[in-house]
């Protein structure tokens, strides 16, 4: 039996999926709860799931969203195509705020200066990409795109914090596939020529 | 500057994105003649996006567990790193040593601020530069410090920053990357990037190795890019000399020390007017100190001042001292480039004059212009420093096109043998017999391969070539005469080479000739047809027999205009019936001896869609005939069997091309159809022209689908008369948006067909006409635009006539269409818009550079010009009167 089905036997609506009902329909309340939530269980997940594995192997930020989708969700709950898309959009942004949340403990670290102790960086488990994109200012300068043109920013979250395809990108955000990979790519070339400025 | 509102820079970038790299260039040089800002953009974002992706830059996030060298890596990345990119990728062959471990305290001399100093490397002329280590990031920098340690006074500190600031502002992989300046304890200091190398300066000087020329010609290229990089950023280096080209370990030179830098319109400190920098390679405006000439030319003489010092060994202007020098530089011109049995290329030394002009408007206009002449020098193109001759032209022909040329080359001499031989023939034994089989064997294979292969691609209507294949033609035509006549060969092996013999006479406009080869052909085929063993190829050659006396008609009918029906277009226009006629009664015979032979059902279909166009002239000049419903019914015929082909491989490029050509077939039958009725029944007129376009369209398409590699020069031809004609009759349908849309598509694929064969009149003259089209077009509807496409048509045209002067139909349409531009302006109530273009087109005329018997042409033009101007004058006098 694989980890996804394993988690998949839940019958009764869970936690997530009331929440994600509630604030669909309006609940105030209801939001920032389960931010709270997806931004935990995605949380645990990697520390969880990097524990397990050898120094040096990373994961997919797309197969852990996922993977939290099951576990929150559960595979046979019949979730509204709407608030499916909720759930992955939600996490598109937590997965961004995990990785800046890190990044910059890191940053607080490294002020500290030379006397910080592996012990107390147990925490990066959950690290930052492992390659050389610096989070922090790819968060400020997608701020920026934001204002600049609001639909590339999004398809940047979901893209690459998400994880996810551009067809899934696609469904999420109700565009055509061509159009987020053309948003995509201009996006791409914006922020790096931002974060190449900035450095 | 206003930034270009971003979702127009996103559409251009994307829309430049989706297309091949060649088509991308020419889409953004497009670009840049509508709006330098937008092409700024554009280029900038599509650079970016190339760096992203050779970065991996957003590529899928992983998460990982974090190791300590990972969380390092992490710390070095707030900190200023810039050379991974600076490199291009290639972080390994670029200098900048990213040391682990730290320096032992005991192996530096010095240290400033985070640097620790390992050596001094160099002195300039405001500092000393040290190979240093800097700690907090972890790697070896140069370390350039004001020298003395000290600061001379106010205004070096502001040099010194301004050089810093400046430099720091660029990142291009050919420039060395600035990262930082400061101040320590009074000691000014700026790092760059560790370059571990030589500089150009090895090659300078009594003594020392010199560099090959096209080696030297490939690197300034390549320093004239970064400085064109600079140049955009509004920074002028004003100081370059082959010191400050270094090389790195892969042989890339990069640009070091914008010492001298000066923002561009920043005035103040160097107000002094001070001379500075090497003046060996300094212009004479720099030399004088006039700081107002100072611009991007004065680089571009320092950046030919290094490239003659390169091909030379020594510096353009050298004097005992300083002050002679400077003397010199204002006065002297350099000493003579070029004589007789140099080893250095003639153009490489035009190239540095044009640089070294004392006059800034007399050198290259920019870096880049300068770069694209090197690069034409590079590839064997005409240089545009100079007119050539046809010789020259012919060796830069070979140049580019060394496999064919030396084909060529060898197939003379064999030729020339051959003929040795041919003359002491006389039938003594088999031995001469096979021979003299063998000989001809060549002939063909010479006359197949080279004269017939090279004529059909995109040389077709190449000058250089031109000679070069009626001197072949003459040796081969004497030895197959010689030979058919000996009665030594087989009578099929005869026909064959009569055949490829008429080709290649009709390819070079010796028709006559051709049709006494052909008929030699056909007549020896057909008599041989009935004990012919393979009776399918005996009578598809027949059919391609016709085929070509069909193809020398349809010169003779087709060249005279559609509209133009004198009777001896007519005539030809029945014998390219006949010919086609029997081409499909002799194709038809050979498809039922081999039904399933899918090549013949292919050939059948071309030759019935070559009557079906027949049909069309037909139709045209005889209205009362029946040649449209004909032509309708022959071209169903072909295109079922082309669409039947392409259904059983929908990837075949042959196919694909058919079935474009089909549909632009097609398309003609109703353009023609329609001309009937623009009077009498507008909408019938508006309906049949809206199919073709809907059929040309299809045709279009079809052709882009190819692959890459099946695109030849034809298919490119093919492809911008599918736009251009779609262009025209959008025209007519009053689509004006979507005309200007085609014709620019027209305009990018000539261009790329000039760029590969700037001799190539046909290609030249689709670019001026469509340039022409574009400027009416949008002139009518007051866009401004329309000015720059005037300028660049009148530019194609005289191209054409430095190319070559004689060029009676460049200069004909120069005048035609400058004057009717006129005209159109003068209606919109423009006359001093009217007369700026005249005027245009008089001093372009009177610029090119052309020896005075070659003027006569050039010289008519430019008094019919004149005659225009001056009516215009008057005109805009009395009008002036009036109000």
Redesign the interface.
């Known amino acids: 039996m694989t980890f996804l089905e394993s988690r998949a036997m839940s019958e009764t609506p869970s936690e997530v999926t009331m929440l994600l009902r509630r604030a669909q329909a309006g609940d105030a309340e209801a939001a920032p709860k389960l931010l709270d939530l997806v931004y935990q269980k995605l949380h645990q997940m990697?520390e969880q799931k990097?524990s397990h594995?050898q120094?040096?192997?990373?994961?997919?930020?797309?197969v852990?969203v996922h993977d939290a989708y099951l576990q929150l969700v559960g595979a046979n709950q019949a979730l509204d195509l709407s608030d499916r898309k909720h759930f992955y959009i939600l996490a598109a942004k937590v997965?961004r705020r995990i990785?800046i949340d890190r990044?910059r403990t890191?940053?607080a670290?490294?002020r500290g200066g030379p006397h910080w102790k592996?012990s107390t960086?147990a925490m990066?488990?959950?690290?930052?990409?492992?390659?050389?994109?610096?989070i922090l200012a790819l968060h400020e300068a997608l701020k920026q795109l934001a204002e600049?043109?609001s639909r590339q920013a999004e398809v940047?979250e979901m893209?690459?914090?998400g994880?996810y395809s551009v067809d899934e990108t696609a469904d999420l955000l109700n565009v055509s596939p061509s159009t987020v990979k053309?948003?995509f790519?201009?996006a791409?070339?914006?922020?790096?020529?931002e974060?190449?400025r900035s450095? | 500057m206003a930034e270009h509102p971003w979702d127009e820079v996103k559409e251009k970038f994307n829309a430049a994105l989706s297309l091949s790299l060649t088509e991308r260039e020419l889409y953004l040089k497009q670009l840049s003649t509508e709006s330098t800002q937008l092409h700024h953009e554009v280029a900038d974002l599509l650079a970016q996006h190339a760096g992203a992706n050779e970065n991996d830059f957003l590529a899928s996030l992983k998460i990982g567990k974090q190791t300590e060298a990972d969380l390092a890596e992490t710390i070095a990345q707030f900190l200023p790193t810039v050379d991974t990119k600076a490199t291009g990728g290639d972080a390994q062959s670029l200098m900048t040593l990213h040391t682990q471990a730290e320096i032992p305290a005991t192996s530096y001399i010095g240290e400033i601020g985070d640097y620790q100093l390992i050596e001094q490397i160099g002195r300039g002329g405001m500092g000393v530069v040290y190979k240093a280590y800097q700690k907090n990031v972890g790697r070896t920098v140069a370390l350039k410090v004001i020298a003395g340690g000290s600061l001379s006074s106010a205004e070096d500190i502001a040099r010194f920053r301004d050089e810093a600031s400046a430099a720091g502002r660029l990142n291009h992989p050919g420039i060395v990357q600035v990262y930082d300046a400061g101040e320590h304890e009074g000691n000014h200091y700026f790092s760059m990037a560790y370059i571990e190398g030589e500089n150009l300066a090895s090659y300078v000087g009594p003594g020392k190795p010199r560099l090959k020329p096209k080696e030297a010609a490939r690197l300034i290229e390549a320093v004239c890019r970064a400085v064109q990089y600079a140049h955009d950023h509004f920074v002028i280096h004003r100081d370059i000399k082959p010191a400050n080209i270094m090389l790195d370990k892969s042989g890339q030179p990069l640009l070091a020390d914008f010492g001298l830098a000066k923002l561009v319109g920043n005035e103040g400190y160097t107000q002094t007017g001070q001379t500075m920098g090497t003046p060996n390679y300094m212009p004479p405006e720099q030399a004088k100190g006039q700081l107002e000439l100072i611009s991007n030319r004065t680089d571009v003489y320092s950046l030919g001042g290094t490239l003659y010092a390169l091909l030379k060994g020594r510096p353009p202007i050298e004097a005992k001292n300083l002050l002679d020098t400077l003397k010199k530089v204002e006065s002297a011109a350099p000493e003579t480039l070029y004589f007789r049995g140099s080893q250095i290329p003639l153009d490489l030394w035009i190239i540095c004059e044009k640089c070294l002009a004392k006059k800034p408007d007399d050198r290259y206009q920019s870096a880049a212009a300068l770069a694209e002449d090197l690069q034409c020098f590079l590839k064997g193109f005409p240089i545009s420093a100079r007119a050539v001759s046809p010789w020259t032209r012919l060796m830069r022909w070979s140049q580019r096109n060394p496999l064919i040329a030396t084909l060529i080359g060898t197939i003379a001499a064999t030729l020339l043998i051959a003929t040795v031989v041919s003359i002491s023939f006389a039938v003594k034994s088999r031995a001469d017999q096979r021979l003299a089989e063998s000989n001809l064997a060549m002939i063909e294979k010479v006359l197949d391969e080279v004269l017939i292969s090279v004529s059909e691609g995109d040389l077709a209507n190449d000058p250089g070539t031109q000679k070069v294949r009626q001197r072949l033609l003459r040796i081969a035509q004497n030895y197959f005469e010689e030979l058919s006549n000996s009665h030594q060969v087989s009578p099929l092996r005869v026909a064959d080479a009569a055949y490829l013999l008429g080709r290649v006479q009709s390819s070079l406009g010796r028709d006559d000739d051709a049709h006494t080869s052909l008929k030699k052909a056909l007549n020896i085929q057909i008599n041989m047809l009935k004990d012919a063993e393979d009776q399918i190829g005996a009578l598809t050659q027949i059919a391609k027999t016709h085929k070509e006396f069909s193809r020398i008609a349809e010169k003779s009918w087709s060249n005279r205009g559609v509209f133009e029906s004198s009777d001896a277009a007519k005539q030809a226009l029945a014998d390219y019936l006949k010919h086609e006629k029997a081409c499909v009664q002799y194709r038809e015979l050979a498809l039922a001896l081999g039904p399933t032979n899918e090549e013949l059902h292919r050939l059948l279909a071309n030759s019935q869609m070559g009557l079906g166009l027949g049909h069309i002239q037909q139709g045209i000049w005889t209205p009362t005939s029946d040649g449209f419903s004909q032509a309708e019914s022959f071209l169903l015929q072909s295109q079922a069997t082309w669409d039947e082909l392409l259904a059983k491989t929908p990837n075949d490029p042959t196919r694909l091309k058919d079935s474009a050509r089909g549909h632009a077939a097609k398309a003609k039958l109703r353009e023609s159809q329609a001309a009937a009725f623009v009077e009498s029944n507008p909408e019938k007129y508006e309906e049949l022209l809206t199919e073709s376009l809907k059929l040309r369209t299809i045709a279009a398409k079809t052709l882009e689908e190819l692959p890459t590699d099946a695109v030849t020069p034809e298919i490119r031809l093919l492809q911008a008369n599918c736009f251009q004609v779609c262009a025209e009759s959008q025209v007519q349908l009053q689509q004006i948006d979507d005309a200007i849309a085609n014709y620019e598509q027209a305009l990018a694929v000539f261009r790329s067909l000039l760029m590969s064969s700037p001799l190539v009149d046909s290609y030249r003259l689709g670019v001026a006409q469509d340039q022409f089209m574009l400027s009416q077009l949008l002139l009518s509807k007051q866009d401004h635009y329309g000015y720059q496409f005037v300028t660049d048509f009148q530019h194609t045209l005289v191209d054409g006539l430095t190319i070559n002067p004689r060029d009676a139909v460049s200069a004909d349409l120069l005048l035609d269409y400058t004057k009717s531009i006129s005209v159109s302006l003068v209606e919109q109530g423009l006359f001093q818009e009217a007369l700026n273009q005249l005027e245009q087109a008089k001093n372009m005329l009177a610029d090119i550079p052309v020896i005075k018997s070659d003027k006569p042409l050039i010289d008519a033009v430019i008094e019919k010009l004149e005659v225009e101007a001056t009516k215009l004058r008057e005109q805009i006098n009395t009008e002036d009167r009036t109000t």
């Not at chain 1, 120094?55 to 797309?62: K, M, N």
């Not at chain 1, 990066?124 to 390659?131: E, H, I, L, S």
């Not at chain 1, 791409?188 to 020529?193: E, G, P, Q, S, T």
């Open positions: 990697a990097l594995e120094e040096g192997i990373s994961i997919q930020a797309t852990l997965m990785l990044a890191r940053r670290l490294k592996r960086v990066d488990a959950v690290a930052g990409p492992t390659n050389q994109t610096d600049l043109d940047v893209r690459y914090f994880g053309q948003e790519a201009a791409k070339a914006w922020l790096y020529r974060l190449s450095s």
